[in-house]
């Protein structure tokens, strides 16, 4: 894999050079999905498992994901053209009441390299907005973050809206972000956690099992 | 023995009383919700939780000068748009202990830099200094003061990030380092020269105060092998010129998972950790202090989750404590700022564990739960340091 120019400028994070590699490959009649699925997403993978390794840092991270998307800028229209869908669909936000947003960003950034359809909602989002972007987006996944304990709480009012909403069983919920735990996941009835933005990359295809 | 010979000689390995008894504030919103608890209206919480004298600093400032004029461009229900005195646009609460949301930056490249942020950076100028600094420096000098005094040292990656936002300095290390380094150069140098002018009063500073807040729960927010190639040489420039006039307490106050930075601050004699934020990855000074042996010093590490957990869990926490405090190099205070989930009760059943364990119930601590309001006196000898 490290002598494909393609995964090599995602993982070394050169958003030209992945330009560059997409279109001298498209030019030689590449497949795209074949681009995206061999060499794309699993450099961002292995940025993934440097993150987590401690070889990359937040810098790497953001690189490598805007070099993924100066790549994917070439492929999605041929993407769409062939009907090739996401990995999934992930509707993020931060909870109410929280203005966090840097954590959130960053987990974006990491499912769109993921290979995921992003809808990013913003920071300080009521349940009744995600409620209404679930209806909205059908997504697989809603993934919600806060920074502070005084916020957490609006990620147990998200899934009890859900609930009460009745769409709870046809999305997966994950959580995340400074105050959060496992242990409160699991207390609050959420499907997946992470630690770190490449974590939820794992965890949102482990959700799916894709 | 007062506060001044007690913070000396507990951050120098020697004979004391008894600990400082030190916090590090709290949430707006925490107080108000322990007035509902008990806690008595206009207090100075300082005062009125007993602390030792704590965080003072001469009233020299190392950051932009002038800064960029605040300005309310938004007043919403819940938040207001503003422009900060970092030339910052963000959204931030009313009454939230959030963090503000960015929403653009003055500094967004070279340009930027050096039309709207170097000038401000000009550690010559006297602007710096309040009119009066030659009556301060007479008195800070004249060997009466009882409590410890430090000096603000800046910061070398955290106002970049203040300025640029994560995302922008992130990414500024890959496509321009020759600026990122300029920056942090340009910072150093003015941190040097507005330091050189202070320490050349005659004041004698016990302590030096950094402020970076550049980890969160993963780790650094730069990579070691960056910071080791930028920023360890000028933190070297900087703590050696305190050192040469006797600071030999350099604190850094940095928030998050500080573990893989910790040994370059210490290469580069950043000596002493603040505020040991406990956090999910179970930091913890006992730990640290087995790790790093004597030459880090610590002030810090007492969990809020601690202090929300109840009265069993702070006690054994304090007793926990008390082998480290009483070795020496170590004030434990809250690992931050009290959040509003701890209960006031709690938060006085921690101070009088603390004060019984760590100050030995000395007859010199400070008064606890005496209705003082606030005063201006003494305000003269402090100057608002952001403890983020």
């Known amino acids: 894999m490290r002598d494909n120019p393609l995964y090599n400028a995602v993982l070394d994070g050169d958003a030209r050079g992945a330009k560059a590699a997409v279109e001298e490959a498209l030019a030689i009649g590449a497949d795209p999905q074949d681009l995206l699925s061999s060499y794309m997403i699993p450099a961002m993978d292995e940025v993934g498992k440097r993150f987590d390794d401690g070889e990359y840092f937040v810098p790497e991270l953001l690189i490598s994901a805007r070099a993924m998307k100066a790549g994917m800028e070439l492929l999605r229209p041929l993407l769409a053209e062939t009907g090739a869908k996401p990995v999934g669909t992930v509707v993020v936000g931060t909870v109410r009441g929280d203005l966090h947003d840097i954590g959130k960003n960053l987990v974006a950034s990491m499912l769109e390299g993921g290979g995921f359809k992003v809808i990013d909602l913003g920071v300080d989002v009521g349940p009744e907005k995600f409620t209404a972007a679930i209806t909205e987006h059908h997504p697989d996944i809603v993934a919600m973050s806060a920074l502070l304990t005084t916020t957490m709480p609006g990620m147990k009012a998200t899934i009890e809206e859900l609930t009460r909403a009745g769409i709870r069983n046809s999305v997966k919920v994950m959580i995340g972000g400074a105050p959060v735990t496992r242990r409160y996941a699991a207390e609050i009835g959420a499907d997946a956690f992470s630690e770190s933005a490449s974590g939820a990359v794992r965890e949102a295809k482990s959700l799916l099992n894709a | ?388």
């Open chain 2, 1 to 388: 023995m007062n506060s001044r010979q007690r913070f000396n000689a507990v951050m120098h390995y020697q004979r004391r009383d008894r600990s400082p008894i030190m916090d590090f504030g709290f949430w707006d919103e925490t107080l108000v919700i322990w007035q509902e608890q008990g806690l008595p209206k206009g207090i100075d919480p300082d005062r009125y939780f007993g602390m030792d004298p704590q965080w003072i600093t001469a009233p020299v400032n190392v950051q932009l000068c002038p800064s960029f004029d605040f300005k309310v461009l938004e007043d919403r229900a819940d938040t207001q748009i503003v422009v900060d005195n970092e030339g910052v646009t963000k959204e931030q609460g009313k009454f939230l202990g959030s963090i503000p949301r960015h929403i653009a930056h003055t500094l967004v490249d070279r340009t930027t830099w050096e039309k709207e942020f170097k000038w401000r950076l000009d550690g010559h100028s006297l602007a710096r200094f309040p009119h009066d600094w030659e009556e301060y420096t007479l008195k800070q000098s004249s060997g009466k003061r009882d409590y410890p005094l430090g000096i603000n040292a800046g910061s070398l990656y955290g106002w970049i990030r203040n300025w640029m936002g994560l995302e922008a300095v992130s990414v500024l290390v890959y496509d321009d380092r020759r600026l990122f380094d300029e920056m942090v150069e340009t910072i150093a140098d003015c941190i040097l020269a507005a330091l050189k002018r202070a320490l050349a009063s005659g004041i004698q500073f016990d302590y030096a105060l950094m402020w970076e807040d550049m980890c969160y729960r993963a780790g650094p927010l730069l990579s070691p092998r960056i910071f080791k190639e930028t920023l360890v040489p000028h933190y070297r420039r900087i703590t050696q010129l305190l050192k040469e006039h006797g600071v030999d307490v350099v604190v850094v106050d940095c928030d998050g998972d500080i573990t893989k930075l910790l040994p370059l601050w210490l290469e580069a004699g950043v000596n002493t950790m603040f505020p040991l934020e406990a956090g999910v990855w179970q930091a913890d000074p006992v730990a640290y202090r087995e790790r790093w042996g004597p030459d880090l010093l610590m002030i810090g590490g007492v969990g809020k989750r601690i202090l929300a957990a109840g009265t069993d869990v702070i006690d054994a926490e304090v007793e926990r404590l008390a082998p480290l405090v009483e070795a020496g190099g170590y004030i434990p205070t809250p690992d931050h700022r009290v959040p509003p989930d701890v209960p006031f009760a709690n938060y006085l059943h921690y101070l009088r564990a603390a004060r019984r364990v760590w100050g030995n119930n000395l007859s010199n601590l400070a008064p606890m739960l005496s209705n003082i309001q606030p005063t201006s006196s003494g305000a003269d000898d402090k100057f608002a340091w952001h403890l983020g």
